[in-house]
């Protein structure tokens, strides 16, 4: 039985397709070091890397055989994927004028007021900013290919529990490092000198909101892999005195470690002054008990102490908060101060703007070459991104595009809910769930931040999203 076994696991470090480990961890710590991946180059290294995963999966004689659902549902992904891509390419397609004046007249209109008298051309695209387009479509379908290659590739559970410890890492690190250059009386963002926001956690994130953005993906993942190593003691038949016993073995240090490190990214997110991150985080910390509450149809005993265990941390966590001083986190969520940073404003005038390009969109990538021509001179500086990632896509898309992205996204999210629910093994029941939770986090805070417009984050929503599709369908035994 023992040379059966170390075969079996020398067999699982030959297989060829592990090299893709190695890629997906180079992502993942890659570009949120380099200050979120908002450097065109680091974005060039990304889309290359995920070219180069393809090239090399595409050759390769023997892939791993994903399951069938996931199979099937890659098919279908695969067809919006395509078809999205022939959007993005009419968008940038040139057009007859007159075509264009009749399906895009606000575009015709615009090129007619900025051409400054001279004649126009014959021929027109639909994107405003057609360079512009070409770069932000490479990236979005970079983002996508990668989701695809996810499913394709990933099939073991032990990869998928080493990606989420990754992800704990990546999250520890950046909440630790962000609390400690706050301490620093010349700080930095890891490579770079830090120069504004320099009194709040940032990690090595320029901005605050996209630094606490990833701690609500990664601390679900972190809270989901605590309750799996605590779950030895859930047994209904342990005394107490067996419990404590129990925390001298390593996976219940690692348990009480994977805790610890769960508070250090909530304060992270504290520190970070983040208004949305702050609340994604307690929403986290609801959804959690609330979907365990009502959902969870495994060992009811599991699930009561599963439930306990997160108040005891929600509690721990919100007397830590109280004791490192409330008050000027507070005062970000007054009213005045929400208007005094302009998202009303913003939103507003991207409301008229949408209603301007409807179906076919402004094209990808265009709304800060667009914003100024709308707006009426109250914004400080230029606009780069509208605050809004659902509103921005919506604007560079139009009603077609949006089917095509948000179906593809929706479609996933839903086969992962549904096939959730079916689960009753407790490790993939918990992980799926922190991954999910993870995702939703995300989503939620893009409804006042760009947070899908940061690199670094969209590789990280895109990986946990594969993930926990993979997760709720993997089986490595009878549940």
């Not at 549902?73 to 007159?98: D, H, W």
């Not at 057609?130 to 990869?159: D, H």
């Not at 250090?264 to 609330?290: A, T, Y």
């Not at 409301?351 to 800060?368: C, E, K, W």
Request: one cysteine or more; charged letters at 15%; a positive charge.
């Amino acid at each position: 039985m023992k040379t059966k076994r170390k075969s079996s696991k020398f067999k699982w470090r030959s297989q060829p397709f592990l090299i893709f480990k190695w890629w997906v961890f180079f992502l993942i710590f890659f570009c949120p070091l380099l200050l979120g991946g908002v450097d065109d180059w680091v974005i060039l290294v990304f889309e290359v890397t995920v070219a180069l995963m393809w090239v090399y999966y595409l050759l390769s004689s023997e892939k791993p055989e994903p399951s069938p659902a996931i199979k099937k549902l890659t098919t279908y992904l695969t067809r919006l994927l395509v078809a999205m891509g022939i959007f993005l390419i009419f968008q940038i397609l040139p057009l007859p004028t007159i075509l264009v004046k009749l399906i895009s007249p606000h575009s015709y209109s615009l090129r007619e007021m900025f051409s400054i008298g001279a004649s126009t051309s014959s021929w027109m695209t639909i994107s405003v900013a057609p360079f512009k387009t070409i770069k932000e479509s490479l990236e979005l379908l970079s983002y996508a290919l990668f989701v695809l290659l996810i499913f394709k590739t990933v099939v073991s559970f032990r990869v998928i529990k080493k990606f989420f410890w990754a992800l704990v890492g990546l999250g520890s690190f950046q909440a630790l490092y962000g609390i400690i250059e706050l301490l620093n009386p010349h700080p930095r963002l890891l490579f770079f000198p830090k120069e504004i926001n320099l009194q709040v956690a940032t990690g090595t994130y320029v901005n605050q909101n996209h630094f606490s953005g990833l701690l609500e993906m990664t601390l679900p993942i972190t809270l989901g892999l605590f309750l799996v190593q605590m779950e030895k003691l859930f047994a209904p038949a342990l005394s107490w005195k067996d419990k404590i016993l129990q925390f001298s073995e390593k996976k219940m240090t690692g348990g009480l470690i994977l805790g610890l490190l769960a508070l250090l990214q909530v304060l992270g997110v504290w520190f970070s002054r983040s208004r949305s991150g702050i609340i994604v985080v307690f929403l986290e910390f609801i959804f959690f008990l609330i979907i365990l509450t009502i959902f969870f149809q495994g060992d009811k005993f599991k699930k009561r102490q599963s439930i306990r265990i997160l108040q005891v941390v929600l509690i721990i966590v919100l007397v830590v908060i109280v004791y490192t001083g409330a008050s000027s986190t507070i005062s970000r969520f007054t009213l005045e101060k929400l208007n005094q940073e302009g998202r009303f404003h913003y939103w507003a005038t991207l409301g008229q703007m949408i209603t301007d390009f409807p179906f076919f969109g402004s094209g990808l990538g265009t709304f800060a070459s667009l914003y100024p021509a709308y707006e009426s001179g109250k914004t400080y500086g230029l606009l780069l991104h509208a605050h809004n990632d659902y509103l921005e896509f919506f604007l560079e898309m139009g009603l077609v595009g949006m089917i095509f992205l948000c179906g593809g996204i929706s479609l996933v999210v839903i086969k992962t809910g549904l096939q959730w629910v079916k689960r009753r093994n407790f490790q993939i029941k918990i992980m799926s769930l922190a991954a999910m939770i993870g995702v939703f986090g995300l989503a939620i805070h893009s409804l006042t931040d760009f947070n899908l417009h940061i690199p670094a984050n969209a590789i990280i929503f895109s990986l946990i999203l594969s993930l926990s599709l993979i997760l709720v369908y993997w089986r490595p035994q009878k549940d």
